[in-house]
């Protein structure tokens, strides 16, 4: 039996690509990936979505064998990541955060230079790197040096050449980071096009709708531990049907505090906290929107002026917040 | 082995497209020269070597003239003995200052001929044919007087050939030992009592030195105005065309192939002041003959002394590159993501070898071309030998420089670090390796201490290849590869390790 089919046999039996379970990895006194445990199945999309350092990428550098763990198993098909790293980079893509590639060599140069290294067959890689550029759109600039290009265009070809070896999982880490909405779609396109291919799919984003659009389900990790993890209607589901206002408040800071826990005692109130940072009081009310006259009357009522209201409607975020108290972008 | 082709490729792209490294690769070759000449071509440096000479002398017979104690080269021997330019060893034969030359001791020996001393003295004689014209007569005055007073001069001897056809000796004078022919005019006595000119002329060999004739006929109207006082005296003088001078006294210089132009003409310039100076301390104006000889072979000229310099700094500057290059790659996350792949570091190590000798070689052999234009020409053992010599020691050095930017790349980390820092290592590489100036004139101790570097090994591989004309199975060359191939094994051994830690 042949190496390949082996594998495929293995594939086959087995419903999770990839299965972690208590990783951790500390750098020093950083706890980086604080016992994370998840499983994501054959052909799923699963995003990480946190704020930067919250700690996707080094999960992603574990599991790509980059790295090795502080304590934990990870495996890929159930491969080891630190007893077989041969056999697990033999089935993973990576698309790191970074735009890494050859600098002078041109487009074409580059997917053909990283299809060899991954011993991708002569005759198959031509076509394959010629249908990876296509698609993307960068066949104007397959001759063009990969220094010459734009940064959406960059992030491309970063993208393309973590699939010019066909690979059954593929790690994207921040694929769309700094991008304009166009090349964001273009990219987003591409990757449901590999969801369709039944490719396994790890994707680590702070972009909430980048999550929310691909996601088949998300981990919402931050400080290395996951604190929640479900389909993205499944986690909006956890925070109700409730609106998040966000109100600015002036006076006496110890006033403000007082009232934000008073305000509780509303019956359409079903949370309330001050952040400090921020300096806002943030609401999570039942019909928050229809209610704003009451809550601005019941801070005026107590001699507290309303300077700003903001309303945020149901969203991933929302649930990042309730779930963390810190907007995703801090 | 095909993704090493791979990755040799990309490094050389690499090389090829980055205009700031072709930049790099020009410019400051450019400015280090110039640096280099500024600082090595002036001449307080050169004041300061002490050159290993030999003297051999070839004298068989005792010294014996008495009035010219300093024609003695005993004595000239003890004066070089006694100046800080030169170390003087003694050699009683040519063939043994040979041997010396050969085995390092001396860098050229100084060869006196048998019958130096004997020629000197009779440089610093006169001979003069005497033949009186004059068929005047006067009272008083007498032409005799003249010719004594002329013939007991010191370092003069007159003959007298007045019964002799002058014409006849005057065609023969080749037959005769005479330096010239003085020719007293008629009435010459007979007008040193009145106000017209008493004259007489001077005939002189051919190619006779003007201070000589000029000092002669100085002498000989001076003899003439203190014998006949009040007189006036005038005195000719006529180049005999068809009479050969007299060989000055010859000193031979023997240098050996490696010794550079510079060294040569240093050396040779202060031999000759030296030596003219002593002989010509009684002011006599002798003339010798300085012949600069090679001691085995033709000499090099300075262009292709200074050829294994200039390759050593071209492939060096490929140290620079590499280190940038290695260093950029870790920066750039290039090394990460090519570990996802399937590629070992001992692919990634052997493209790197690959690019670096063929930029190597591409370097050296279109070096080589450019300098055959400007007149380099080498001494090799045939051009099969040549080409081996070279192409075997550019392979050592270029895998050396690869085994040493494994090395160095982890210590600068980065590659604004590498392309600056690295000049902290090819400086004293460079200096120290002989092929920008003479390291084994420095002291003895500080020679043995540079021919461990690297850069020293191929500079002499290449001097023992180019210059000295050496075959390839050359114990010495053999032995420079040697120790070149343990210095790769170690700087691998290590290199590779730090690499590997350095990549993660």
Redesign the interface.
């Known amino acids: 039996m042949t190496t390949e089919s082996k594998f495929i046999k293995r594939i086959e039996k087995n419903d999770f690509a990839i299965r972690v379970e208590d990783l951790k990895k500390y750098f020093e006194d950083v706890k980086a990936v604080d016992g994370i445990s998840f499983e994501i199945k054959k052909g799923e999309c699963f995003s990480f979505l946190g704020p930067n350092g919250a700690g996707k990428t080094t999960t992603i550098n574990i599991l790509a064998c980059y790295m090795k763990p502080t304590s934990g198993v990870a495996t890929l098909f159930d491969y080891d990541v630190v007893k077989e790293p041969k056999k697990v980079k033999q089935h993973i893509g990576i698309c790191p955060q970074e735009n890494i590639f050859f600098e002078e060599l041109t487009v074409f140069e580059n997917v053909m230079f990283f299809g060899k290294m991954y011993n991708v067959d002569k005759k198959e890689l031509l076509e394959r790197a010629n249908d990876l550029i296509l698609k993307v759109g960068l066949e104007e600039k397959r001759k063009t040096r990969a220094d010459k290009l734009s940064g959406g265009m960059k992030r491309r070809l970063n993208l393309i050449i973590g699939l010019v070896h066909d690979p059954d999982v593929l790690f994207l880490d921040e694929p769309t980071a700094g991008l304009d909405p166009q090349t964001r779609r273009l990219i987003w396109d591409y990757i449901r096009e590999l969801k369709t291919r039944k490719k396994t799919i790890f994707l680590t984003t702070h972009y909430m709708d980048e999550a929310d659009e691909l996601s088949d389900r998300i981990g919402i990790i931050d400080y290395g531990k996951i604190i929640a993890m479900d389909t993205p209607d499944g986690l909006k589901a956890t925070i109700g049907k409730g609106d998040m206002l966000e109100i600015k408040l002036e006076g006496k800071k110890e006033e403000i505090i007082q009232k934000t826990e008073e305000i509780k005692n509303l019956d359409f109130v079903l949370s309330s906290y001050y952040i400090e940072e921020d300096l806002i009081t943030r609401i999570m009310a039942m019909d928050g929107i229809g209610k704003i006259g009451k809550i601005i009357k019941f801070f005026t009522s107590v001699d507290l002026n309303v300077v700003d209201v903001n309303v945020k409607a149901n969203s991933l975020e929302n649930v990042f917040i309730e779930l963390t108290g810190r907007s995703l972008r801090n | 082995m ?2 090493s082709f ?1 990755i040799m490729v ?1 490094n050389l ?2 090389f090829v ?2 205009k700031k490294v072709l930049l790099f690769l020009v410019g400051i070759p450019i400015l280090y020269y110039s640096m280099m000449g500024f600082v090595f071509g002036s001449s307080s440096f050169g004041s300061s070597i002490t050159y290993n000479i030999g003297f051999v002398s070839l004298e068989d017979s005792a010294f014996s003239d008495e009035n010219h104690p300093n024609y003695n080269l005993s004595l000239i021997y003890e004066i070089f003995d006694e100046m800080d330019s030169f170390n003087v060893y003694n050699y009683s034969s040519v063939e043994e200052a040979y041997q010396a030359a050969k085995d390092d001791v001396i860098v050229g020996y100084l060869v006196f001929p048998e019958g130096f001393e004997e020629n000197l003295t009779r440089s610093a004689q006169t001979h003069i044919g005497w033949y009186n014209g004059d068929t005047s007569s006067h009272l008083y005055n007498n032409i005799t007087w003249f010719y004594d007073a002329l013939g007991n001069l010191r370092d003069y001897e007159v003959f007298n050939i007045s019964n002799q056809d002058f014409n006849t000796v005057l065609s023969n004078i080749d037959d005769t030992d005479y330096d010239g022919l003085l020719y007293i005019n008629d009435y010459f006595i007979n007008h040193t009592a009145n106000a017209s000119a008493s004259t007489m002329t001077y005939h002189f060999r051919n190619g006779t030195a003007r201070g000589k004739v000029d000092v002669i006929k100085s002498t000989i109207k001076g003899v003439a105005e203190g014998m006949y006082a009040g007189s006036n005296i005038e005195i000719g003088e006529v180049n005999i065309t068809n009479a050969q001078n007299f060989s000055p006294p010859n000193v031979s210089i023997y240098f050996l192939q490696s010794v550079s132009s510079t060294d040569r003409q240093i050396i040779t310039g202060i031999v000759q002041q030296v030596i003219t100076g002593i002989i010509n301390y009684q002011p006599s104006n002798i003339d010798l003959n300085f012949e600069t000889e090679s001691a085995q072979g033709r000499l090099v000229n300075a262009l292709t002394f200074g050829t294994p310099g200039y390759i050593l700094y071209g492939s060096m500057t490929i140290l620079s590159f590499t280190l940038v290059i290695i260093t950029n790659m870790q920066k ?3 090394f ?8 070992t570091n001992k692919e990634i190590i052997l493209g790197s070898v690959g690019a670096n000798l063929i930029l190597s070689f591409f370097q050296t052999y279109l070096g080589l071309g450019f300098l055959f234009l400007f007149g380099l020409d080498p001494i090799t053992y045939d051009l099969l030998n040549g080409i081996l010599g070279v192409s075997i020691t550019i392979l050592l050095f270029s895998m050396t420089l690869t085994s040493l930017a494994l090395m160095l790349a982890p210590v600068f980390k980065t590659p604004d670090a590498a392309g600056g820092g690295v000049w902290i290592v090819i400086l004293p590489l460079l200096m120290f390796s002989g092929g920008f100036f003479p390291v084994e004139y420095i002291s003895e101790e500080f020679t043995q201490i540079v021919y461990f570097l690297p850069t020293r090994l191929t500079v002499l591989s290449f001097q023992d290849v180019l210059i000295k004309g050496l075959p390839i199975f050359t114990p010495s060359l053999l032995i420079n590869w040697g120790l070149q191939s343990i210095y790769i094994a170690i700087f691998f051994l290590i290199g590779t390790r730090m690499f590997n830690k350095f990549k993660k």
């Open positions: 095909s993704k791979d990309v792209k690499s497209r980055d750039e996350g290039i990460k993501r090519l570990s996802s792949t399937e590629l």
